[in-house]
Every structure is written in structure tokens, then in C-alpha cells.
């Protein structure tokens, strides 16, 4: 399959698949988070965590019938070309893309703040730029080698949250989840969705890569599932171990009554002193849990826009494997190029909102194409299906709708350029639209 012209070679296993799974998400436990304690408060912040970790679980164990029976580069825009057509395949896929275009670029202000506390002298922005660069040059050079570099900080970003937790959780105290835990109201469950979709936000990329997975029928399953299952564990136990050292305040505001997205440094800062060697250690070591998710992100992109280009919904340069490395090369020029001028714009509480309709339409539109698949083509082979069908997925879907809905509502003016930008690119589809040969 490899020697073919515009092919990708496979060489991930299982544990790969599980390195890039977590790999994409565990930078929602290090930052960004916590923000939604100051919307919905323990309570109201907690509640949006189950209600979306109950969608994520019904979701990935659905979407893994689909990459295990369609196992594809273009992920959802290949699941819903096959049973919805063209123009909702369009729609997925355009969503895919937004989704992890738009991630990296906050991820990556994130970590030019982290060095920034250790080389002030450098720029927060000329950091992220650099480190864009770098990682698009990694995914470039092989597959392989950007699986195992995710795999090694990966395994260390959850040591590291595993350490975090060891420290925290001897303080940790009942009364402190009790402390104001509802400011805003019941309506604060709602207006804190966002933050909790963080916790998980591009666990699907792994179906991204299937079509460079050995045996993909059998190794997807594995790793998407052992993935999502530590991601829950690790959710509930850095939502507890943070929140419980000194309330849901304390994790959200610095001294000076700012809000930050660095709960995991505020939380050690009521436990050890700000000159500590283990605080410094772990303000450190927190950097990995950041560089694994813009990396894997990444290559969950390039993934992405180049099954959007070898299908000709997008320019078919796109489309073309660097014949050297056999990867998709240009797509991840690409989306460098657009992250960096993301980045530019400083906006990143914004980005991050579109990366989360963006993979709201996707979960919407792929629970639609695996119920259709299964009544289309029932004798189609699946190494995998989705547990108690059609329960799983409709659950996956009604909560994603219902999401969607609420994040809509609370941010209205970004929710109308999210539909801009997709109108938009439909219609210089139906315009351009050549299928390929």
C-alpha cells in the first residue's frame, strides 16, 4: 500500500494508537479547564464533566465501529461520504479541519507562556511560532518517528499528572468542593460545556491515522479504547486533586485576581513554596503534557486536510505524500501556515471555541452516518461495533446536540462565523468541486 502513489505507510500499533490518543487531549488537563469553574463553580462545572464525559465515552466507542470497518485517513469526512453523500461529507469534513487547525494554535500560545517564565527574554508569540515549525518538521520526517516522540512525552505528561495528584490529593479536603460551588446558578452547567469538551477535545484524531495503523481492524479498537479510559481516570482524578486543595477559587484566580488557565501551578502553590524545587519541577515537567497535544494534534490535521485534498474537496495539492518520507507534507505546510496566523491574531479563548464547534458538527454528523451505515449496509464487515447499537450513539448524539445548542447560546457572535466559514467553503465546493481520477 505504501509503494502506491499518494498512500500513506503503516507502522503504528496499539500502544502507538494509545500514546497519539491521549497524546491529543492530555493538554486539556493541564490548562484551559479550570476556566469553567469560574462559569458553573464545583457543581455546575462538575455536572458539564459527566454530562460530556458520558458523550465522549458513548462517542468513541462508536466511532471506533467506524474506523475499524472504514479505516481511512479522512476519518469522519470518509465515514460520511460513504453513507451521507457528498455535501454532508463536505460539511464533516470541513468541521475535522476546523476542529484541529484551530486547536493547535492555543495549545501552542500555551507553551510560549510556559518557557516564557523560564526565558523571559524570548517572546511568548516568537516561542509558538518556533515550536510550530519544529513539530511540523517532526511530523514531515515519518510517522513513526512523531508516534514514538508522542508515545515518550506522552507517558511522561501523565507520570507527571500521576505526581501531581500523589502531592495534591494528602490535602485534599470534602468542605473545599462544597466552597460557593454553584456562583452563577443552575444556567452556569451550560455556560461551563466548553471547558469540560476540553478535557477531551481530539480524542477521534486516532481514526485519523488508521489508514497507517498495522492491522487497523483489531489495533484501533485497542487503542482508542485503553485511550479514552485513561483519559476519564485522569480527568476525575485532576479534577479532584486540584479543586480539593483549596476550593474551585483557588485553582482559577492568581494573587492579583486574575483568572489563569495554570490550575495545576496554583494548586501546588497553597502546598509548597513558589521557590520550591518540586514546584519548579512540575511547573517543568507540566510543559510535556502541552508539547504532546500540539504534536499529535498536528498530525491529526495533516491527516485531515489531506484526505480533504485527495478527494478533491479542497485543492488537490493538498492531497500529494512526500515521496521521501511518505507523509502528507504539504497539508501539514498548510496548516502551519493557517495556525500561525491564528496565533497572530491573539485571540486564543476564540480559537479554542471554534476548534469546539468544529468538533461538535463532526460527532453530530458521524453518529448520523453510522446509524445509516447500518441500515445500509448491514452485511458490511465490522471487527468492532458499538456497544448496546443504537443506544450508544444516539446518547452521543443527543448530547452533542444538545452541546452545541448551549455553546451556540453563550457564544452567539462566534457561533455565526463558525457557520461563515463553513457556507463559505461549501460554496467555492459546489464551485470548484472536480472529483478526482
Given at each position: 500500500?505504501?509503494?502506491?502513489?499518494?498512500?500513506?505507510k503503516?507502522?503504528?500499533?496499539?500502544?502507538?494508537l494509545?500514546g497519539?490518543?491521549?497524546?491529543?487531549?492530555?493538554?486539556?488537563?493541564?490548562?484551559?479547564?479550570?476556566?469553567?469553574?469560574?462559569?458553573?463553580?464545583?457543581?455546575?462545572?462538575?455536572?458539564?464533566?459527566?454530562?460530556?464525559?458520558?458523550?465522549?465515552?458513548?462517542?468513541?466507542?462508536s466511532?471506533?465501529?467506524?474506523?475499524c470497518?472504514?479505516?481511512?485517513?479522512?476519518?469522519?469526512f470518509d465515514?460520511?461520504?460513504?453513507?451521507?453523500?457528498?455535501?454532508?461529507a463536505?460539511?464533516?469534513?470541513?468541521?475535522?479541519?476546523?476542529?484541529?487547525?484551530?486547536?493547535?494554535?492555543?495549545?501552542?500560545?500555551?507553551?510560549?507562556?510556559?518557557f516564557?517564565?523560564?526565558?523571559?527574554?524570548?517572546?511568548?508569540?516568537?516561542?509558538?511560532?518556533?515550536?510550530?515549525?519544529?513539530?511540523?518538521?517532526?511530523?514531515?520526517?515519518?510517522?513513526?518517528?512523531?508516534?514514538?516522540?508522542?508515545?515518550?512525552?506522552?507517558?511522561?505528561?501523565?507520570?507527571?499528572?500521576?505526581?501531581?495528584?500523589?502531592?495534591?490529593?494528602?490535602?485534599?479536603?470534602?468542605?473545599?468542593?462544597?466552597?460557593?460551588?454553584?456562583?452563577?446558578g443552575?444556567?452556569?452547567?451550560?455556560?461551563?460545556?466548553?471547558?469540560?469538551?476540553?478535557?477531551?477535545?481530539?480524542?477521534?484524531?486516532?481514526?485519523?491515522v488508521?489508514?497507517?495503523t498495522?492491522?487497523?481492524?483489531?489495533?484501533?479498537?485497542?487503542?482508542?479504547?485503553?485511550?479514552?479510559?485513561?483519559?476519564?481516570?485522569?480527568?476525575?482524578?485532576?479534577?479532584?486533586?486540584?479543586?480539593?486543595?483549596?476550593?474551585?477559587?483557588?485553582?482559577?484566580?492568581?494573587?492579583?485576581?486574575?483568572?489563569?488557565d495554570?490550575?495545576?501551578?496554583?494548586?501546588?502553590?497553597?502546598?509548597?513554596?513558589?521557590?520550591?524545587?518540586?514546584?519548579?519541577?512540575?511547573?517543568?515537567?507540566?510543559?510535556?503534557?502541552?508539547?504532546?497535544?500540539?504534536?499529535?494534534i498536528?498530525?491529526a490535521a495533516?491527516?485531515?486536510?489531506?484526505?480533504?485534498?485527495?478527494?478533491?474537496?479542497?485543492?488537490?495539492?493538498?492531497g500529494h505524500?512526500?515521496?521521501?518520507f511518505?507523509?502528507?507534507?504539504?497539508a501539514?505546510?498548510?496548516?502551519?501556515?493557517?495556525?500561525?496566523?491564528?496565533?497572530?491574531?491573539?485571540?486564543?479563548?476564540?480559537?479554542i471555541?471554534?476548534?469546539?464547534?468544529?468538533?461538535?458538527?463532526?460527532?453530530?454528523?458521524?453518529?448520523?452516518?453510522?446509524i445509516?451505515?447500518?441500515?445500509?449496509?448491514?452485511?458490511?464487515?465490522?471487527?468492532?461495533?458499538?456497544?448496546?447499537?443504537?443506544?450508544?450513539?444516539?446518547?452521543?448524539?443527543?448530547?452533542?446536540?444538545?452541546?452545541?445548542?448551549?455553546?451556540?447560546?453563550?457564544?452567539?457572535?462566534l457561533?455565526?462565523?463558525?457557520?461563515?466559514?463553513?457556507?463559505?467553503?461549501?460554496i467555492?465546493?459546489?464551485?470548484?468541486?472536480?472529483?478526482?481520477?
Open positions: 500500500m505504501s509503494g502506491q502513489p499518494n498512500q500513506l503503516r507502522s503504528l500499533n496499539a500502544t502507538m494509545w497519539l490518543g491521549v497524546g491529543y487531549v492530555i493538554s486539556g488537563m493541564y490548562f484551559g479547564w479550570n476556566l469553567g469553574l469560574e462559569k458553573g463553580g464545583t457543581l455546575g462545572m462538575g455536572l458539564a464533566t459527566i454530562f460530556i464525559t458520558l458523550m465522549y465515552v458513548t462517542f468513541t466507542f466511532y471506533t465501529e467506524l474506523a470497518a472504514i479505516p481511512r485517513a479522512g476519518g469522519a465515514y460520511a461520504e460513504r453513507t451521507l453523500g457528498k455535501d454532508w463536505f460539511f464533516a469534513g470541513m468541521a475535522q479541519n476546523i476542529e484541529f487547525i484551530f486547536a493547535p494554535p492555543a495549545i501552542a500560545f500555551a507553551i510560549g507562556a510556559y516564557n517564565l523560564f526565558f523571559p527574554q524570548l517572546s511568548i508569540l516568537s516561542i509558538a511560532i518556533t515550536a510550530y515549525i519544529f513539530f511540523t518538521a517532526l511530523n514531515i520526517s515519518g510517522v513513526k518517528a512523531a508516534a514514538t516522540f508522542e508515545l515518550i512525552i506522552t507517558i511522561l505528561a501523565v507520570g507527571e499528572l500521576l505526581l501531581f495528584s500523589g502531592i495534591t490529593l494528602p490535602h485534599f479536603q470534602v468542605e473545599h468542593l462544597y466552597k460557593n460551588n454553584l456562583p452563577n443552575w444556567q452556569g452547567i451550560f455556560a461551563s460545556i466548553p471547558f469540560a469538551i476540553w478535557f477531551f477535545l481530539g480524542i477521534e484524531g486516532v481514526a485519523n488508521a489508514e497507517e498495522k492491522n487497523p481492524q483489531k489495533t484501533i479498537f485497542k487503542g482508542f479504547g485503553s485511550a479514552i479510559l485513561t483519559l476519564v481516570l485522569l480527568c476525575i482524578l485532576t479534577f479532584i486533586s486540584s479543586v480539593g486543595v483549596a476550593g474551585w477559587e483557588a485553582v482559577v484566580y492568581t494573587k492579583e485576581g486574575a483568572a489563569s495554570s490550575p495545576l501551578p496554583l494548586a501546588l502553590s497553597h502546598i509548597v513554596a513558589g521557590n520550591d524545587f518540586l514546584y519548579h519541577m512540575l511547573i517543568t515537567v507540566g510543559l510535556f503534557g502541552l508539547v504532546a497535544s500540539f504534536h499529535g498536528i498530525l495533516g491527516r485531515s486536510t489531506f484526505e480533504f485534498g485527495r478527494a478533491r474537496f479542497a485543492p488537490g495539492w493538498l505524500v512526500n515521496r521521501r511518505q507523509t502528507p507534507s504539504t501539514l505546510l498548510a496548516n502551519m501556515v493557517i495556525g500561525i496566523i491564528a496565533l497572530l491574531t491573539g485571540k486564543t479563548s476564540e480559537i471555541i471554534l476548534s469546539v464547534f468544529g468538533a461538535l458538527t463532526l460527532y453530530i454528523i458521524s453518529m448520523i452516518a453510522l445509516r451505515l447500518r441500515r445500509r449496509e448491514p452485511d458490511l464487515h465490522r471487527p468492532f461495533k458499538a456497544p448496546l447499537f443504537p443506544l450508544f450513539p444516539v446518547v452521543a448524539l443527543v448530547l452533542a446536540m444538545i452541546s452545541f445548542i448551549a455553546i451556540t447560546i453563550y457564544n452567539f457572535n457561533a455565526m462565523l463558525y457557520t461563515g466559514i463553513l457556507l463559505t467553503g461549501y467555492l465546493f459546489r464551485i470548484f468541486y472536480k472529483p478526482s481520477a
